[in-house]
């Protein structure tokens, strides 16, 4: 399985920022797909997943500002960032599990300045 996310970039606080993340390869029935960013000098963190059922879990401080989705038609998943905070800062990861398998991508870089 390869994950290509995409999207990151700098935004001023209070801003909006989409990232994708394109799976192919080997494709799964049972999974859960999603994101988590790494801040410098902090551990990498859940920010969102989704399941092949679309059951949606969120870190608590990104509630009520990120929503993820996906589309299967086109094996990808989006997270659409809102309100952004300087401390959303970090890299984020897109992030496959399968059957106790885990797959991550290379992640994007997401800055949001004061």
């Known amino acids: 399985v390869q994950l290509q996310a995409s999207g990151g970039g700098s935004v001023q606080a209070g801003g909006s920022l989409r990232l994708s993340c394109v799976a192919s390869?080997?494709?799964?029935?049972?999974?859960?797909i999603g994101w988590y960013r790494q801040a410098p000098g902090k551990q990498r963190e859940l920010v969102a997943t989704?399941?092949?059922?679309?059951?949606?879990n969120y870190a608590d401080t990104v509630k009520e500002r990120f929503t993820i989705s996906k589309d299967n038609a086109k094996n990808t998943v989006y997270l659409q960032m809102s309100s952004l905070k300087p401390e959303d800062t970090a890299v984020y990861y897109c992030?496959?599990?399968?059957?106790?398998?885990?797959?991550w991508g290379r992640g994007t870089q997401v800055t949001v300045s004061s």
């Open positions: 992030y496959l599990g399968h059957r106790g398998y885990d797959y």
């Open positions: 390869g080997d494709t799964f029935r049972f999974y859960t």
């Open positions: 989704i399941t092949y059922v679309d059951v949606t």
